[in-house]
Nanobody, 120 residues
Framework: QVRLVESGGGLVQPGGSLRLSCAAS????????MGWYRQAPGKQRELVAV???????NYADSVKGRFTISRDNAKNTVYLQMNSLKPEDTAVYYC??????????????WGQGTQVTVSS
């Protein structure tokens, strides 16, 4: 079994910054693409940013130039540095990680979600 633990959400004023973390643990053989998604009230979950195990990144247009995704493969952790936050960034943020387990099964796992609220 694989567990994802997210941290770093909270309340921040417009223009502020937050850093989210998502650590994977458990029966892990290897980790592939890691990503962050978000879901605002009344809206569908949407992609924010992804990073491959080779370090290639992709961002939603709405966050380009403000958010940076990175990963620490030694710690099985993915990060999302969020700068110049806007009220429209308010959402529950979820990490998603593609894991090959020690039994060699391939699955996507989701974190529990962390609330990010941007408000003055």
């Amino acid at each position: 079994q694989v567990r994802l633990v997210e941290s770093g959400g909270g309340l921040v004023q417009p223009g502020g910054s937050l850093r989210l973390s998502c650590a994977a643990s458990g029966s892990i053989f290897s980790i592939g693409t890691m990503g962050w998604y978000r879901q605002a009230p009344g809206k569908q979950r949407e992609l924010v940013a992804v990073i491959t195990n080779g370090g290639t990144t992709n961002y939603a247009d709405s966050v380009k130039g403000r958010f940076t995704i990175s990963r620490d493969n030694a710690k099985n952790t993915v990060y999302l540095q969020m700068n110049s936050l806007k009220p429209e960034d308010t959402a529950v943020y979820y990490c998603k990680v593609r894991v090959t387990s020690r039994s060699r099964s391939l699955d996507d796992y989701w974190g529990q979600g962390t609330q990010v609220t941007v408000s003055s």
